[in-house]
């Protein structure tokens, strides 16, 4: 009974010092970076989220556009779609309940 508090309370003990230690590293990175590669990658970042509006590719190339135009006609016809079908939909799905053929009990004379 002694073994299982001791060992209980080194379980705890150990918990805290990680959740800690991970708070401690963690801190640096919500401060203001110092360093100048870490401030490009930021201004990097927001610039890309500014550019980035309505989900559209950023500043794509003519080819990026044909193939992604490619790619999206293949995974349509791979998972059912086709002319006029939108794949953004979600699918109605019908259960028909089955034609179960009644048991004809007869009754004894």
């Known amino acids: 009974m002694l073994s299982y508090q001791f060992l209980e309370n ?11 230690r991970n ?8 401060q ?5 590669i870490q401030q490009l990658f930021i201004e990097k970042i927001r610039e890309y989220k500014q550019k980035s509006t309505g989900g559209k590719l950023v500043e794509p190339s003519p080819d990026i556009e044909k193939e992604l135009k490619s790619e999206l006609e ?8 086709g002319p ?5 939909k979600f699918p ?18």
Do not use: Q
């Not at 080194?10 to 800690?20: D, E, F, G, N, S």
């Not at 708070?23 to 919500?30: E, K, Q, V």
């Not at 203001?32 to 100048?36: E, N």
């Open 92 to 109: 109605t799905i019908k259960f028909d309940d089955p034609v179960i053929d009644p048991i004809n009990l007869e009754t004894k004379k």
């Open 74 to 81: 293949k995974v349509s016809r791979v998972y059912g779609g």
């Open 10 to 20: 080194i379980h705890k003990t150990a918990r805290a010092v990680v959740h800690k």
């Open 23 to 30: 708070i401690g590293i963690l801190a640096p990175c919500l």
């Open 84 to 88: 006029g079908v939108d794949m953004t």
């Open 32 to 36: 203001k970076a110092t360093d100048p």
